[in-house]
């Protein structure tokens, strides 16, 4: 069974496990499909997939024999989804990468060329240029700036920066609007962006796309770190993997699927 805590409730907890794996499931699954995933009984099974049946938090089709999620089940998502408050939800996603690296978190939506940031969390260690929420800057010198301008069409970038002297932070900031494009062909491929003291010396970024229910990129948030921590042992490949875990799990808190 999934999990690792015993549960309270052994009937209750099979039927979440049901559910998630319905709900979850690339295609239909049929009877005998439930069983070899779960570690429930088949006499229980059978009872417990009646039950949601007939409470229409699960559809049988008798033709092919196979589970979906039931009206009521959906019914339930869409009011989930729609009580979301999306700044509740980047803030808490933030406040809990800052707890966990002891960095400063932000989160930084695109206004033109450049970024506004909408969300801040202090950690112990605070190398950030961000002073306060609002704050604006060229989206071409930051993590979160190119990871937003990376889901822009050719033509809407080139309208945005295209022809347009690009300020330089830093020697490492990209100002050639032929390198950035090239750099944000590499994080959309990839799905996060990295800015290696790119708009302050000694200042490590990284982050990743926020996504909504329409599969659009309405915000991303990043992790801020001093360059000599960045790179001591695996803290550059956790921090990436946290950032995008992340921002998976607020995107899939605010519908998307």
Same mark, same amino acid.
């Given at each position: 069974?999934? $999990?690792?805590?015993?549960?309270?409730?052994?009937?209750?907890?099979?039927?979440?496990?049901?559910?998630?794996?319905?709900?979850?499931?690339?295609?239909?699954?049929?009877?005998?499909?439930?069983?070899?995933?779960?570690?429930? @009984?088949?006499?229980?099974?059978?009872?417990?997939?009646?039950?949601?049946? #007939?409470?229409?938090?699960?559809?049988?089709?008798?033709?092919?024999?196979?589970?979906?999620?039931?009206?009521?089940?959906?019914?339930?998502?869409? =009011? +989930?989804?729609? #009580?979301? #408050?999306?700044?509740?939800?980047?803030?808490?996603?933030?406040?809990?990468?800052?707890?966990?690296? *002891?960095?400063?978190?932000?989160? &930084?939506?695109?206004?033109?060329?450049?970024?506004?940031?909408?969300?801040?969390?202090? $950690?112990?260690?605070? %190398?950030? =240029?961000?002073?306060?929420?609002?704050?604006?800057?060229? !989206?071409?010198?930051?993590?979160?700036?190119? =990871?937003?301008?990376?889901?822009?069409?050719?033509?809407?970038?080139?309208?945005?920066?295209?022809?347009?002297?690009?300020?330089?932070?830093?020697?490492?900031?990209?100002?050639?609007? *032929?390198?950035?494009?090239?750099?944000?062909?590499? =994080?959309?491929?990839? $799905?996060?962006?990295?800015?290696?003291?790119?708009?302050?010396? &000694?200042?490590? +970024?990284?982050?990743? @796309?926020?996504?909504?229910?329409?599969?659009?990129?309405?915000?991303?948030?990043? %992790?801020?770190?001093?360059?000599?921590?960045?790179?001591? $042992?695996?803290?550059?490949? !956790?921090?990436?993997?946290? %950032?995008?875990?992340?921002? *998976?799990? %607020?995107?899939?808190?605010? *519908?998307?699927?």
């Amino acid at each position: 069974m999934a $999990g690792s805590k015993a549960p309270l409730v052994k009937s209750a907890s099979r039927t979440l496990d049901i559910i998630g794996y319905i709900a979850k499931s690339a295609k239909p699954p049929n009877f005998t499909a439930i069983l070899h995933h779960l570690d429930i @009984p088949k006499s229980s099974l059978s009872l417990l997939l009646h039950e949601l049946v #007939n409470s229409d938090y699960l559809d049988y089709d008798p033709e092919t024999r196979v589970y979906y999620p039931g009206l009521k089940l959906i019914q339930i998502s869409a =009011v +989930c989804i729609n #009580n979301t #408050n999306i700044s509740r939800e980047i803030s808490q996603g933030i406040k809990k990468l800052s707890d966990e690296f *002891g960095e400063t978190t932000h989160a &930084g939506i695109l206004d033109g060329r450049h970024i506004v940031y909408i969300a801040k969390h202090h $950690g112990s260690r605070d %190398v950030s =240029v961000v002073a306060t929420i609002g704050y604006r800057i060229p !989206a071409h010198a930051t993590a979160i700036g190119k =990871v937003l301008l990376s889901t822009l069409p050719d033509e809407e970038l080139e309208a945005r920066i295209g022809g347009i002297q690009l300020e330089r932070y830093t020697d490492n900031t990209l100002t050639d609007f *032929g390198a950035l494009v090239a750099e944000l062909g590499k =994080v959309a491929e990839q $799905g996060y962006a990295v800015d290696n003291q790119e708009i302050i010396p &000694g200042g490590i +970024c990284v982050a990743a @796309p926020i996504v909504d229910k329409s599969h659009k990129t309405v915000a991303a948030l990043s %992790v801020t770190m001093a360059a000599g921590r960045a790179y001591e $042992g695996d803290m550059m490949p !956790a921090v990436v993997a946290k %950032v995008r875990a992340m921002a *998976g799990h %607020v995107s899939m808190r605010l *519908g998307k699927v």
